[in-house]
């Protein structure tokens, strides 16, 4: 086990490298620069290229990649072009707002799919199971973008019944009962719209799982030898059918840092997935790097922990 | 449930998300106007009703629009305002005059600290800021500020000569990492010498440098400048305004400043209301500033938030924010009934234009310099151009009338310098054809034209993507020029991405052979820094002598007279109509939606009506019934 973990490490190494120098090639391989966005008439030319020259736009892009590398290694990404801020001090700001959304996005996607997973495998084919099923076909169908919207305008803007944007009230002073409160309230629906819709995936193979393992010869055997159907279910099937999202648990755990772009958008709420799309648009090529190597790195251990995760439920797939 | 009324509920819900869909269609036209720093992209939601206003062609104009609010019922005693910020990037958060660069930013910036001097609507500064100009009689070069006794920052320390000369040394510093560096700076007497002291000598500090010759401080409150050049352009915006308190900022390494927290999180201004609290990138909160010079707000205080361009509507109606920075017009013609806001509107300080390649950027001499064997060269065939599309259409067609025909290259957004007069060039494609034949552009059998050599010829069209207008508006000119010949043909085949676009312009490309672009004119009307013959922006790279000598003379000593430079300015726009390197094709319309709620308001400049002044007459904003 542990030498497993070990050798995913080292690996790990070389393919950061690989990473970081592609992420770097690309990145200057955009068309326009971080000073493209400013044309203005009425800011001098000279200044601009003044700016270039003192960002080092103007090095070739090995040159630029060893300043950035010795800087990287001892955690400085630099600044970001447009926030005038270290890029760390910017990705912690706006980490932090996707961890929590990402946290309870998840917690409702397991909450809500794993009941309709377990009563959709175990009553298949009933009209439980149906409705399920076609509430699955629809999720997968809908995009998010379109039915975050929805939901915005329903919960949001018709009913009133959640705030319509932000992470917090304006105004309140952090750390207090009522801002932690007000940030809660400010996440919920956000983070309802994604579950709705990411549940469809867990729903589906929690449903397919145990359907499959309802066959299996052990679970004859259960029954034969008079096992109560509960105990079936919880113990036997169950244990079983949870593999795959065990596997998946890993992933999830990278997407917590990752956000996402189209509910952070509508709901006006700062996190990962708008600043890297934007530091993209915008050519801030040091918070491109950064969040790009970040969402690898994390990537890349998220595949760690999933394989991990499945040798330890699953003994029999563990590596020697 | 059976199976059929499931499958008449999974109908149902169909339907429901496909009206989603078509209501999120409807996206605002990016046409990436430049140096305003970020289009706007807007998706429109619902609308319910008839439109009260619309006419039977549907069609809206400017005319029709006040810029001031109109006011209705009584004010009550302080109240909130809440303003929105449409984006769908969060703000920098660069709260400081002297360093921000996202439009953003000042939009935040404008509430809470202000420019020493104001402008009349013609952006000529006027004496009744925080400070007041004086041009010196002896010498028309040295020019005195007094700034107002009363003007105090938020933290109650006074606003000193001292401040305003510290913003000019930090500007000037080597280390000063914003854009603000630049002519306007380079023009007072010793400012460059002052620069090059600390390029010699490493780790020199503001306090022992020798100061900015040109720049005396009298007492705490005077201020005198000497400028090497005093044009009109100086006293429409040529100015920098924004003092820097330095005894905030003095003790700062001049690289620090821009990311420290004295502008980050707790800025400082000297403006009617104060930062209270800032939620990075989503939102700030302010109060208002009891001891604003010009008297105590009205309001309690202001609420800005960022709100996403796809809910803007939805934020209005509901009575999220009173008002926002800037509507997408393009949603204006499915929401004028909104019973709750009142849409005020001017002409924007804004207009699209179609360049043609000229010549090339001359980046030793710093010159543009054109090319008389261009493809474009032919005056006659830039002309027929013109003549060939019908601007009025586009706008009425794609835009509902809030994009009008444009004539001239300054537009009427400076009323005091845009001929009216003058017509440009109208939609005439028989005039087109005229002007083709005669220069020798035959007609062929496959109803293209060549050029007068005999030679083929295909004119490759660049223009930008974004919005979903972009597209059918370059078809539609493209057709135009083929209804009178031309073959013209998209660059590459397809429209470029704004970053591209740009960064192939300016580097004149040689496919490129006519472009579509957009500019924001700034408030000085002078027209050297987009079409100058030193201009890096004049990316048509044409330039003549004629052009040299207009351009010299409006902002020359006798430009002084308003009228002779109306008059050289009127010569300059007609030349322009007669050479056309560059057309204008549509003027815009700027609307900004008011909550009724909102008293002594207006957009625009030189309304005379200032926030402080910003009154409500409820607690909350009105709501849309």
């Given at each position: 086990m542990w030498k497993f973990t070990v050798r995913r490490m080292l690996i790990m190494i070389p393919q950061l490298i690989l990473l970081s120098l592609l992420i770097f090639i690309m990145a200057q391989m955009m068309p326009g620069d971080a000073l493209t966005g400013l044309i203005d008439p009425s800011v001098d030319p000279e200044t601009i290229e003044q700016q270039r020259e003192k960002l080092g736009l103007n090095e070739p892009w090995h040159v630029q990649y060893a300043d950035w590398v010795s800087g990287a290694v001892q955690g400085d990404f630099g600044q970001s072009f447009r926030f005038k801020m270290p890029v760390t001090d910017l990705m912690m700001e706006r980490m932090i707002n996707t961890f929590w959304l990402s946290l309870v996005t998840l917690i409702i996607t397991y909450i809500i799919s794993i009941p309709l997973g377990i009563t959709s495998g175990r009553y298949n084919d009933t009209w439980a199971d149906q409705a399920i099923t076609s509430y699955t076909y629809i999720g997968f169908a809908t995009p998010l973008f379109i039915f975050a919207l929805v939901m915005l305008w329903i919960f949001g803007f018709y009913f009133g019944w959640f705030p319509t944007g932000g992470s917090v009230k304006p105004g309140l002073e952090p750390g207090t009962f009522e801002y932690i409160l007000s940030r809660f309230n400010h996440l919920l629906l956000p983070a309802i719209s994604m579950s709705l819709i990411a549940t469809v995936s867990t729903v589906q193979y929690l449903r397919n799982d145990i359907i499959d393992t309802k066959q299996k010869d052990f679970i004859i055997t259960a029954r034969s030898k008079g096992a109560p159907e509960s105990r079936v279910y919880n113990r036997h099937i169950l244990r079983n059918s949870l593999l795959p999202i065990a596997a998946f648990f890993g992933y999830e755990l990278t997407g917590l840092i990752g956000g996402t772009v189209f509910v952070e958008t509508i709901f006006s709420y700062p996190g990962m997935g708008q600043l890297f799309i934007e530091s993209i648009t915008l050519r801030d090529y040091s918070v491109v790097t950064a969040t790009t190597l970040l969402f690898g790195v994390a990537a890349v251990l998220g595949t760690l922990i999933s394989d991990i995760i499945l040798s330890i439920v699953d003994p029999r797939i563990r590596i020697k | 449930m059976s199976k059929t009324s499931l499958s008449k509920l999974f109908f149902a819900l169909m339907l429901v998300l496909m009206l989603a869909l078509v209501a999120c269609s409807d996206e605002t036209d990016g046409d990436g106007e430049a140096s305003a720093g970020s289009d706007d992209n807007g998706s429109e939601q619902d609308d319910d009703g008839e439109d009260s206003e619309e006419e039977d062609d549907g069609l809206y104009s400017i005319d029709d629009f006040d810029n001031f609010k109109t006011n209705e019922g009584e004010a009550i005693d302080g109240g909130t305002l809440q303003y929105g910020l449409v984006t769908d990037t969060p703000f920098e958060g660069t709260l400081n005059w002297n360093f921000y660069s996202g439009t953003y930013d000042a939009e935040i910036l404008n509430w809470f600290d202000e420019g020493m001097l104001t402008w009349d609507e013609n952006y000529v500064y006027t004496n009744d800021g925080a400070a007041t100009y004086e041009q010196d009689e002896d010498n028309e070069n040295v020019f005195t500020f007094t700034i107002n006794d009363k003007v105090n920052w938020h933290d109650g320390e006074p606003v000193t000569a001292e401040d305003w000369l510290f913003a000019h040394e930090v500007i000037s510093h080597p280390d000063y990492d914003g854009i603000r560096y630049g002519s306007d700076f380079t023009n007072i007497e010793g400012v460059e010498e002052y620069r090059e002291q600390f390029k010699d000598n490493e780790g020199l500090s503001i306090e022992d440098a020798e100061p900015i010759e040109g720049i005396e401080v009298v007492d705490d409150k005077t201020m005198k400048v000497t400028y090497k050049e005093v044009t009109p352009s100086l006293v429409t915006g040529s100015i920098w305004t924004y003092p820097l308190a330095k005894h905030i900022f003095g003790d700062m390494e001049v690289a620090d400043m821009s990311s420290s927290p004295e502008v980050r999180e707790n800025p400082i201004g000297f403006g009617p209301f104060k930062v209270d609290s800032i939620t990075p990138g989503e939102a700030v909160t302010l109060t208002k500033n009891e001891d604003y010079w010009r008297g105590?707000?009205?309001?309690?205080g202001v609420t800005i938030k960022v709100i996403d361009p796809s809910v803007v509507v939805n934020e209005l109606e509901s009575g999220g924010v009173d008002m926002v920075d800037s509507y997408p017009t393009d949603q204006y013609p499915d929401n004028a009934d909104m019973s709750n806001v009142e849409f005020l509107g001017l002409t924007d300080r804004a207009f699209t234009y179609i360049g043609f390649k000229l010549g090339e950027w001359d980046e030793d001499a710093g010159e543009n310099v054109p090319d008389?064997?261009?493809?474009?060269?032919d005056k006659n065939l830039r002309q027929a151009m013109w003549h060939a599309v019908d601007n009025d259409a586009v706008g009425d067609r794609f835009y509902h009338g809030l994009r009008w025909n444009g004539t001239t290259l300054i537009p009427p957004s400076h009323p005091e310098f845009h001929d009216d007069s003058n017509p440009g060039r109208e939609y005439d494609p028989d005039k087109a054809n005229e002007l083709l034949d005669e220069a020798g552009y035959e007609m062929g059998d496959d109803g293209f034209r060549t050029d007068p050599d005999g030679n083929e010829l295909v004119i490759n069209f660049a223009s930008m993507s974004g919005g979903d207008t972009a597209e059918p508006i370059a078809k539609y000119y493209m057709q135009a020029w083929e209804e009178v010949g031309l073959n013209v043909e998209l660059l590459d085949g397809r429209l470029q991405e704004f970053n591209t676009f740009y960064d192939r312009v300016e580097e004149d490309?040689?496919?490129?052979?006519i472009y579509q672009g957009a500019w924001g004119v700034g408030?000085?009307?002078?027209?050297r820094s987009l079409w100058g013959r030193h201009s890096t922006s004049n990316y048509t790279r044409w330039a003549d002598e004629e052009n040299d000598r207009l351009l010299e003379e409006g902002v020359s000593d006798e430009a002084f007279d308003v009228e002779y430079r109306q008059e050289v300015y009127n010569e300059w726009q007609e030349y322009m109509v007669e050479e056309v390197p560059v057309f204008p094709t549509v003027y815009r319309a700027a609307l900004s939606p008011v909550n009724n709620?909102?008293?002594n308001y207006a957009i625009g400049d030189?309304?005379?009506?200032?926030?402080?002044e910003i009154a409500v007459t409820q607690e909350e904003p009105m709501v849309d019934e």
């Amino acid at each position: 086990m542990w030498k497993f973990t070990v050798r995913r490490m080292l690996i790990m190494i070389p393919q950061l490298i690989l990473l970081s120098l592609l992420i770097f090639i690309m990145a200057q391989m955009m068309p326009g620069d971080a000073l493209t966005g400013l044309i203005d008439p009425s800011v001098d030319p000279e200044t601009i290229e003044q700016q270039r020259e003192k960002l080092g736009l103007n090095e070739p892009w090995h040159v630029q990649y060893a300043d950035w590398v010795s800087g990287a290694v001892q955690g400085d990404f630099g600044q970001s072009f447009r926030f005038k801020m270290p890029v760390t001090d910017l990705m912690m700001e706006r980490m932090i707002n996707t961890f929590w959304l990402s946290l309870v996005t998840l917690i409702i996607t397991y909450i809500i799919s794993i009941p309709l997973g377990i009563t959709s495998g175990r009553y298949n084919d009933t009209w439980a199971d149906q409705a399920i099923t076609s509430y699955t076909y629809i999720g997968f169908a809908t995009p998010l973008f379109i039915f975050a919207l929805v939901m915005l305008w329903i919960f949001g803007f018709y009913f009133g019944w959640f705030p319509t944007g932000g992470s917090v009230k304006p105004g309140l002073e952090p750390g207090t009962f009522e801002y932690i409160l007000s940030r809660f309230n400010h996440l919920l629906l956000p983070a309802i719209s994604m579950s709705l819709i990411a549940t469809v995936s867990t729903v589906q193979y929690l449903r397919n799982d145990i359907i499959d393992t309802k066959q299996k010869d052990f679970i004859i055997t259960a029954r034969s030898k008079g096992a109560p159907e509960s105990r079936v279910y919880n113990r036997h099937i169950l244990r079983n059918s949870l593999l795959p999202i065990a596997a998946f648990f890993g992933y999830e755990l990278t997407g917590l840092i990752g956000g996402t772009v189209f509910v952070e958008t509508i709901f006006s709420y700062p996190g990962m997935g708008q600043l890297f799309i934007e530091s993209i648009t915008l050519r801030d090529y040091s918070v491109v790097t950064a969040t790009t190597l970040l969402f690898g790195v994390a990537a890349v251990l998220g595949t760690l922990i999933s394989d991990i995760i499945l040798s330890i439920v699953d003994p029999r797939i563990r590596i020697k | 449930m059976s199976k059929t009324s499931l499958s008449k509920l999974f109908f149902a819900l169909m339907l429901v998300l496909m009206l989603a869909l078509v209501a999120c269609s409807d996206e605002t036209d990016g046409d990436g106007e430049a140096s305003a720093g970020s289009d706007d992209n807007g998706s429109e939601q619902d609308d319910d009703g008839e439109d009260s206003e619309e006419e039977d062609d549907g069609l809206y104009s400017i005319d029709d629009f006040d810029n001031f609010k109109t006011n209705e019922g009584e004010a009550i005693d302080g109240g909130t305002l809440q303003y929105g910020l449409v984006t769908d990037t969060p703000f920098e958060g660069t709260l400081n005059w002297n360093f921000y660069s996202g439009t953003y930013d000042a939009e935040i910036l404008n509430w809470f600290d202000e420019g020493m001097l104001t402008w009349d609507e013609n952006y000529v500064y006027t004496n009744d800021g925080a400070a007041t100009y004086e041009q010196d009689e002896d010498n028309e070069n040295v020019f005195t500020f007094t700034i107002n006794d009363k003007v105090n920052w938020h933290d109650g320390e006074p606003v000193t000569a001292e401040d305003w000369l510290f913003a000019h040394e930090v500007i000037s510093h080597p280390d000063y990492d914003g854009i603000r560096y630049g002519s306007d700076f380079t023009n007072i007497e010793g400012v460059e010498e002052y620069r090059e002291q600390f390029k010699d000598n490493e780790g020199l500090s503001i306090e022992d440098a020798e100061p900015i010759e040109g720049i005396e401080v009298v007492d705490d409150k005077t201020m005198k400048v000497t400028y090497k050049e005093v044009t009109p352009s100086l006293v429409t915006g040529s100015i920098w305004t924004y003092p820097l308190a330095k005894h905030i900022f003095g003790d700062m390494e001049v690289a620090d400043m821009s990311s420290s927290p004295e502008v980050r999180e707790n800025p400082i201004g000297f403006g009617p209301f104060k930062v209270d609290s800032i939620t990075p990138g989503e939102a700030v909160t302010l109060t208002k500033n009891e001891d604003y010079w010009r008297g105590e707000p009205n309001l309690d205080g202001v609420t800005i938030k960022v709100i996403d361009p796809s809910v803007v509507v939805n934020e209005l109606e509901s009575g999220g924010v009173d008002m926002v920075d800037s509507y997408p017009t393009d949603q204006y013609p499915d929401n004028a009934d909104m019973s709750n806001v009142e849409f005020l509107g001017l002409t924007d300080r804004a207009f699209t234009y179609i360049g043609f390649k000229l010549g090339e950027w001359d980046e030793d001499a710093g010159e543009n310099v054109p090319d008389p064997d261009a493809k474009m060269a032919d005056k006659n065939l830039r002309q027929a151009m013109w003549h060939a599309v019908d601007n009025d259409a586009v706008g009425d067609r794609f835009y509902h009338g809030l994009r009008w025909n444009g004539t001239t290259l300054i537009p009427p957004s400076h009323p005091e310098f845009h001929d009216d007069s003058n017509p440009g060039r109208e939609y005439d494609p028989d005039k087109a054809n005229e002007l083709l034949d005669e220069a020798g552009y035959e007609m062929g059998d496959d109803g293209f034209r060549t050029d007068p050599d005999g030679n083929e010829l295909v004119i490759n069209f660049a223009s930008m993507s974004g919005g979903d207008t972009a597209e059918p508006i370059a078809k539609y000119y493209m057709q135009a020029w083929e209804e009178v010949g031309l073959n013209v043909e998209l660059l590459d085949g397809r429209l470029q991405e704004f970053n591209t676009f740009y960064d192939r312009v300016e580097e004149d490309d040689p496919d490129i052979d006519i472009y579509q672009g957009a500019w924001g004119v700034g408030i000085d009307v002078d027209p050297r820094s987009l079409w100058g013959r030193h201009s890096t922006s004049n990316y048509t790279r044409w330039a003549d002598e004629e052009n040299d000598r207009l351009l010299e003379e409006g902002v020359s000593d006798e430009a002084f007279d308003v009228e002779y430079r109306q008059e050289v300015y009127n010569e300059w726009q007609e030349y322009m109509v007669e050479e056309v390197p560059v057309f204008p094709t549509v003027y815009r319309a700027a609307l900004s939606p008011v909550n009724n709620r909102v008293l002594n308001y207006a957009i625009g400049d030189g309304t005379e009506m200032y926030k402080y002044e910003i009154a409500v007459t409820q607690e909350e904003p009105m709501v849309d019934e």
